[in-house]
């Protein structure tokens, strides 16, 4: 497996512990009893570390598909290069950078962080082109 693939893989990890963590989290600020019914009642946002799971994931989930397609398309193209390779890591590691950054409320290498992350997604962008 290429490790733009197995990058993807571990990226798909990344996000099922996210919304693990994320669950866990809004079941620990609503109750279980909200979490077993139907979920009808209007709640008030979530705060803390529960409101900042619930945001980085959601960040997680707007770049994710778009750094999968990449490396879905680099894959059938056989695009298999430094950039190719070096775009996927970046995305991944930045990734697993960003949630404790972001749980932790650390704004200003937060957003560095997530630019390194897109960064990942133009290089491999960048070597379809190229």
């Known amino acids: ?3 733009e693939l197995t990058m993807l893989a571990l990226s798909i990890v ?3 512990v996210q919304i693990v963590l994320n669950a866990q989290s809004k079941n620990m600020q609503y109750g279980y009893w909200w979490a077993a019914g139907p979920r009808d009642e209007a ?3 979530l705060t803390g570390v529960a409101g900042r799971l619930e945001r ?3 960040n997680f989930l707007e770049t994710f598909p778009l750094f999968a397609a990449a490396a879905l ?7 298999h290069d430094w950039m190719t390779v070096w775009g996927a ?3 991944f590691w930045a990734r697993v950078v960003y949630v404790p950054l972001y749980v932790l409320g650390v704004p200003l290498l937060r957003s560095l962080v997530w630019n390194v992350a897109t960064f990942g997604i133009i290089l491999i962008l960048l070597s379809l082109v190229l």
């Open 56 to 58: 980085a994931l959601s």
């Open 14 to 16: 990344l996000g099922l």
């Open 73 to 79: 398309v680099a894959h059938a193209a056989g695009r």
């Open 89 to 91: 890591q970046l995305y």
């Open 43 to 45: 709640r008030p946002p």
């Open 1 to 3: 497996m290429t490790t």
